[in-house]
């Protein structure tokens, strides 16, 4: 059964740089009809889209943070990375990894997120 | 790219139907079938409840329908049950410019 667990820094200081990396186990992360997205949810609100990429290293951001956004992947390791720039209390949330399959889909752009690491959270504070 | 637009809560009593609203834009729900929908209880990781629209995942109960007219995609649960009490979240593919957006977020009450 995959499973995604999330890694890195609980307390990142502002203006620096957060750091996260998803585990992916019991599967492999050059699945054909997967890919690897981050979700985030700031205290009391809903989920923010980060940006996913597939095991090949194609990238997909959201616009209003894709000048601070990195998501880079390991095969090797079957790990997948955030990396978020320039960092302030805005960026507080609970960040997800998750697992989109476009296999039942007809489509590479449908299917739906349907494996979830548990979330780690990030304060951001000095 | 705005969030779409969900009602803030709806409630039903057990038993009863409810349906959630998600509405965007010809550019993101009008625009495509690929439309998704999560159910997130308190604390815990959303879970994928309906994708493309209306297929249900292995597992989801068949209460879980969803559909969609226009810009305006929804969901249905039929026969209320107390553990259905959570917060759902629409997403929808939005373009090669903005590729996913998720809903506002609509908190389900089992009255």
């Known amino acids: 059964q995959l499973q995604l667990q999330e890694s890195g820094p609980g307390l990142v200081k502002p203006s620096e740089t957060l750091s996260l990396t998803c585990t992916v186990s019991g599967g492999s992360i050059t699945s054909s009809s997967c890919y690897w997205g981050w979700i985030r949810q700031p205290p009391g609100k809903g989920l923010e889209w980060i940006g996913s990429?597939?095991?090949?290293?194609?990238?997909y951001y959201n616009p209003s943070l894709k000048s601070r956004v990195t998501i880079s992947v390991d095969t090797s390791k079957n790990q997948f990375s955030l990396r978020l720039s320039s960092v302030t209390a805005a960026d507080t949330a609970v960040y997800y990894c998750?697992?989109?399959?476009?296999?039942?889909?007809?489509?590479?752009?449908?299917?739906?997120?349907?494996?979830w690491g548990q979330g780690t959270t990030v304060t951001v504070s000095s | 790219q705005s969030a779409l637009t969900q009602p803030r809560s709806v409630s039903g009593s057990p038993g009863q139907s409810v349906t959630i609203s998600c509405t965007g834009t010809?550019?993101?729900?009008?625009?495509?079938?690929?439309v998704s929908w999560y159910q997130q209880h308190p604390g815990k990781a959303p879970k994928l409840m309906i994708y493309d629209v209306s297929k249900r995942p292995s597992g989801v109960p068949d209460r879980f329908s969803g559909s969609k007219s226009g810009n305006t995609a929804s969901l249905t649960i039929s026969g209320l049950q107390a553990e259905d009490e959570a917060d759902f979240y629409c997403?929808?593919?939005?373009?090669?410019?903005?590729?996913?957006?998720f809903g506002t977020g609509t908190k389900v009450t089992v009255l």
């Open positions: 010809n550019s993101d729900v009008g625009g495509y079938n690929y």
């Open positions: 998750a697992r989109r399959d476009v296999g039942f889909s007809s489509s590479w752009r449908g299917g739906g997120m349907d494996v």
């Open positions: 990429i597939y095991y090949s290293g194609s990238t």
């Open positions: 997403c929808s593919y939005a373009g090669s410019y903005t590729p996913y957006v």
